[in-house]
């Protein structure tokens, strides 16, 4: 019987508990990757990816956008969540139906019920874009879990501990892995290998990530 589970594991989703509080459900959100990639193009078309300052004037490598009620933003002056998107001075998009009904049926999978996503962070990956190990740590309380979804290229998934320096396990993310985190695991500090270059039918060469959140109180 092990036999025919592992050889379901190359097509058909399956969750990988990675902790107490951690879960990689890889393949999750393979079936409505289309619809996302739509609804992220749509969104890109109201409020533009851009390739944001950090507060010690650095450019980042990935570029973003937001949807949802609040938007994670960095410049020289600090991270924080906006309500208005600072290039437009609109509200940011609304997030759509088809990426909230991913990020709760996910969080709920990993045993999170109720969660409710106000902000929703896109980072679009090209070849050589990376994300130094950080912690999510902008929103008002951590106790909501973090669900993060991933379309497009792989990308090797730093996963470490609650100090910088922990060594971090390396996962290999694919198209449609959902990984998410919460509770004692909450503030791990995370991170993203640099992307190697390649072609995907749905993003061609980058790779997307949606970061669901609970921002504000
Ligand atoms: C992030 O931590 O904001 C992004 C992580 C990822 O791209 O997988
Ligand atoms: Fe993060």
Request: proline share 6%; glycine share 10%.
């Amino acid at each position: 019987m092990t036999g025919d589970l592992f050889a379901t594991h190359q097509d058909e989703p399956y969750a990988e508990r990675l902790g107490d509080c951690t879960v990689w459900l890889h393949g999750f959100a393979y079936n409505s990757a289309s619809a996302l990639v739509r609804a992220i193009e749509e969104i890109a078309r109201e409020a533009p990816f851009r390739q944001m300052i950090t507060p010690g004037g650095f450019r980042m490598s990935a570029a973003m956008t937001n949807c949802g009620r609040l938007g994670w933003v960095t410049d020289r002056t600090g991270y924080r969540y906006t309500e208005h998107d600072p290039q437009t001075a609109r509200r940011w998009p609304e997030m759509p139906d088809c990426l909230l009904e991913l990020a709760t049926s996910a969080a709920q999978e990993a045993g999170y019920s109720g969660f409710a996503p106000d902000a929703c962070l896109i980072n679009r990956y090209l070849p050589g874009s990376r994300m130094s190990l950080h912690q999510d740590k902008n929103e008002e309380d951590y106790s909501a879990p973090i669900v993060s979804v991933s379309l497009g290229l792989p990308m090797v998934f730093q996963f470490g501990g609650m100090a910088r320096n922990d060594k971090p396990a390396r996962l290999p993310l694919s198209h449609g892995d959902v990984v998410v985190w919460g509770g004692a695991d909450r503030l791990r500090y995370h991170g993203v290998s640099p992307l190697k270059s390649g072609y995907h039918e749905l993003t061609g060469d980058c790779r997307i990530n949606l970061t669901f959140r609970k921002a504000g109180a």
